[in-house]
């Protein structure tokens, strides 16, 4: 969840504030019920069962160094619109190296606080206030990986925002992204029955219009130089609190991209297929 606002036309410029005081002032209210398990981010939570195995299988399977216990050593991660920390700090104890900014400041001390009890975390995991445009001049290729989980349906400028993951991502990186469908059944479900029936997520926390369906996605990230590799559906199952992969998009869905390499190639042979990384995640359980 996250509240990335990318209205001014120079991109890079830091004296314009990117954000919607709307949206920050919302998620306040909820900044300090980040980690209750049992509350209204339950629903991310759970879906670390699903979303860490599909990060770590599909980088693995990209390369050929592997340190038994800490797979993602070595690896530099930016987790944009980072919330409390529920996903960085799964990553981070995979043995990545972890950048999570957010623009809201609650959501950061929230963050900075719960990693503050495991000492191996503190070091691994650096959080900042922080839009995405805000840290583009001084982070430009630092990155080997983003992650964007649950932020795309709440950017004003999604090509602005795709554009700025390229900037800062290394060349053949890799930008994970989940996100919702703009569907029929994803408002009746996302929002009629999550939000005002239900209640899995604060009413007002999405807005239909601004839901992403795969095929623009896909065609933002391949005119901004990335590869898309990998779409998955996704589904929650409210009665369990669990989370799965199908083949539908139709509702959620996970999208692993790759930016092309220094001569503008990209490797379409280097990410399994679809099928593999459901086989995998499906037996990998939660890896944190």
């Known amino acids: 969840l ?19 005081s709307k949206e920050v002032k919302k998620f306040q209210l909820l900044a300090h019920k980040w980690w209750d398990e049992e509350g209204e981010y339950a629903a991310l939570h759970s879906m670390n069962d699903i979303r860490v195995p599909f990060i770590r299988d599909t ?3 990209m390369s050929s160094n592997y340190h038994l216990g800490n797979p993602l ?8 619109g980072c919330g409390g920390g529920l996903l960085s700090e799964p990553l981070g104890r995979l043995g990545a190296s972890v950048t999570g900014i957010d623009p809201v400041e609650d959501n950061i001390r929230t963050a900075d606080r719960h990693k503050s009890f495991d000492p191996v975390l503190d070091k691994r995991i650096q959080y900042k206030s922080s839009s995405l445009e805000e840290i ?10 983003i992650v964007a989980s649950e932020v795309v349906e709440h950017v004003a400028d999604l090509e602005m925002f795709i554009k700025c993951c390229s900037q800062v991502l290394k060349p053949e990186g890799s930008l994970f992204i989940t996100t919702i469908n703009k569907t029929q059944l994803s408002y ?4 009629v029955v999550a939000e005002k029936i239900m209640g899995i ?14 095929e623009e996605l896909e065609r933002i990230l391949e005119s901004n130089g990335f590869s898309v590799k990998t ?10 609190g669990s ?12 999208v692993h991209a790759v930016k092309s390499g220094a001569w503008g190639q990209s490797h379409p042979t280097d990410a399994p297929s679809e099928t593999d990384i459901q086989q995998r995640s499906a037996t990998a359980g939660t890896a944190s």
């Open 59 to 61: 980088l693995l399977s």
């Open 73 to 80: 050593s070595g690896i530099k991660i930016l987790d944009v």
């Open 243 to 254: 989370w799965g992969w199908m083949e539908s998009t139709s509702l959620n869905y996970a």
């Open 2 to 20: 996250s509240l990335f606002r990318f209205t001014v036309k120079r991109p890079f410029s830091t004296s314009h504030s990117s954000v919607d």
């Open 201 to 214: 997520v604060p009413e007002g926390t999405h807005e239909w219009e601004k839901f992403v369906p795969p």
């Open 188 to 191: 009746v479900l996302g929002i």
């Open 136 to 145: 583009v001049e001084e982070s430009m290729e630092t990155f080997d990986v």
């Open 231 to 240: 779409v998955n559906g996704m589904l929650y199952n409210p009665l369990s």
